[in-house]
């Protein structure tokens, strides 16, 4: 038996805990080639609320009662394979659940001696990997000023960390002032100022009054308009995310400083991570290192159990988490 994450209804903005079910289900019965797999963490992920739609984005929408997926990091708990074994540590996209069975071409291997095994769903997970994807996408390098919105979550505060060690000068902004203290104290941001606590364009001017050259957008919105102001002639803006409108219920206006991109002639790239999907292995063996080494930290927020899960889901929009968000299933 494995208890599992139903989305009963889909959201109309801010999603609730009724949009979702703790389901009690009989595990599909191990065949031969396949492995049986119990999670040890699972992820909850900002894009995961573009699924909740009922429409086709650039990934298909998440069906009513049926399991969500997502990223987990789980243990081989019995194989009729040759190519895994029992108490093998591995990557799947079989999370919202406690165990599953699948075929080993669906799972990948990670090393059990790397820990803790969540880091795999942070900073060496996909949030590290859309982090660094997205500086290389404009080449960010040695003396840009680089200014990421929603630093403390888990892509911008590894997006700041691997800037700075690029030599970069670092600021971020975050929506309280422990988070503020997070990105200066343990990701060493150059500096970091709390958005809520006056305008977003006079605090970045503040912080950055000769101007910025890349802005690691992660959030939209105000942000957004105020990178456009501070930005550089020929600066570079990554558009990774836009969480300040994931739960609106009618259009959002656009920045009002749009004729900025002409004036300064600016580059503005969009992404999605999986499109760089075969450029893991190095990745891997760059942020990998630097985690190895102590260079790179990868902070969690953890909440216990997996009927917590739609709250952990929850709390990415309201604030909650520092870091990473993740569900331990132990």
């Given at each position: 038996?494995?208890r599992?994450?139903?989305?009963?209804?889909?959201?109309?903005?801010?999603?609730?805990?009724?949009?979702?079910?703790?389901?009690?289900?009989?595990?599909?019965?191990?065949l031969?080639?396949?492995?049986?797999?119990?999670?040890?963490?699972?992820?909850?992920?900002?894009?995961?609320?573009?699924?909740?739609?009922?429409?086709t984005?650039?990934?298909?929408?998440f069906?009513?009662?049926?399991?969500?997926?997502?990223?987990a990091?789980?243990?081989?708990?019995?194989?009729?394979?040759?190519?895994?074994?029992?108490?093998?540590?591995?990557?799947?996209?079989?999370?919202?659940?406690?165990?599953?069975?699948?075929?080993?071409?669906?799972?990948?291997?990670?090393?059990?001696?790397?820990?803790?095994?969540?880091?795999?769903?942070?900073?060496?997970?996909?949030p590290?990997?859309?982090?660094?994807?997205?500086?290389?996408?404009?080449?960010?390098?040695?003396?840009?000023?680089?200014?990421?919105?929603?630093?403390?979550?888990?892509?911008?505060?590894v997006?700041?960390?691997?800037?700075?060690?690029?030599?970069?000068?670092?600021?971020?902004?975050?929506?309280?002032?422990?988070?503020?203290?997070?990105?200066?104290?343990?990701?060493?941001?150059?500096?970091?100022?709390n958005?809520?606590?006056?305008?977003?364009?006079?605090?970045?001017?503040?912080?950055?009054?000769?101007?910025?050259?890349?802005?690691?957008?992660?959030?939209?919105?105000?942000?957004?308009?105020?990178?456009?102001?501070?930005?550089?002639?020929?600066?570079?803006?990554?558009?990774?995310?836009?969480?300040?409108?994931?739960?609106?219920?009618?259009?959002?206006?656009?920045?009002?400083n749009?004729?900025?991109m002409?004036?300064?002639?600016?580059?503005?790239?969009?992404?999605?991570?999986?499109?760089?999907?075969?450029?893991?292995?190095?990745?891997?063996?760059?942020?990998?290192g630097?985690?190895?080494e102590?260079?790179?930290?990868?902070?969690?927020?953890?909440?216990?159990?997996?009927?917590?899960a739609?709250?952990?889901?929850?709390?990415l929009?309201?604030?909650?988490?520092?870091?990473?968000?993740?569900?331990?299933?132990?």
């Amino acid at each position: 038996m494995s208890r599992e994450i139903h989305l009963v209804s889909y959201p109309i903005g801010l999603p609730t805990e009724a949009n979702f079910s703790v389901v009690t289900t009989d595990v599909a019965p191990l065949l031969d080639g396949q492995v049986l797999v119990r999670n040890l963490f699972m992820s909850v992920d900002p894009y995961m609320r573009g699924r909740m739609t009922g429409r086709t984005t650039y990934v298909p929408p998440f069906e009513l009662n049926r399991p969500l997926d997502g990223g987990a990091v789980g243990e081989v708990i019995e194989s009729r394979s040759e190519l895994l074994k029992s108490g093998d540590a591995v990557l799947s996209r079989y999370g919202w659940r406690e165990y599953f069975t699948a075929a080993p071409s669906e799972l990948q291997i990670v090393d059990r001696s790397i820990e803790p095994l969540s880091v795999y769903l942070g900073a060496l997970g996909m949030p590290g990997m859309t982090a660094w994807v997205g500086l290389n996408l404009v080449d960010v390098k040695q003396g840009d000023v680089v200014y990421i919105s929603g630093a403390a979550g888990a892509v911008g505060s590894v997006a700041g960390q691997l800037a700075k060690l690029r030599g970069c000068q670092t600021i971020g902004s975050a929506g309280s002032s422990d988070k503020v203290n997070y990105l200066v104290d343990e990701c060493h941001y150059d500096d970091a100022f709390n958005y809520k606590y006056g305008v977003i364009s006079n605090m970045l001017t503040q912080v950055a009054p000769n101007g910025i050259d890349v802005y690691f957008d992660n959030v939209g919105g105000e942000s957004l308009e105020a990178a456009l102001t501070a930005m550089r002639p020929h600066g570079r803006i990554i558009a990774c995310g836009g969480i300040s409108q994931y739960n609106a219920e009618k259009p959002v206006p656009g920045p009002a400083n749009l004729f900025n991109m002409i004036t300064k002639r600016l580059t503005w790239k969009g992404f999605i991570v999986s499109d760089s999907i075969a450029q893991m292995p190095q990745f891997i063996s760059e942020v990998g290192g630097y985690f190895r080494e102590g260079k790179l930290r990868n902070r969690e927020t953890i909440l216990q159990g997996i009927e917590r899960a739609p709250e952990a889901f929850i709390g990415l929009f309201t604030g909650e988490n520092i870091g990473k968000m993740v569900v331990d299933l132990n």
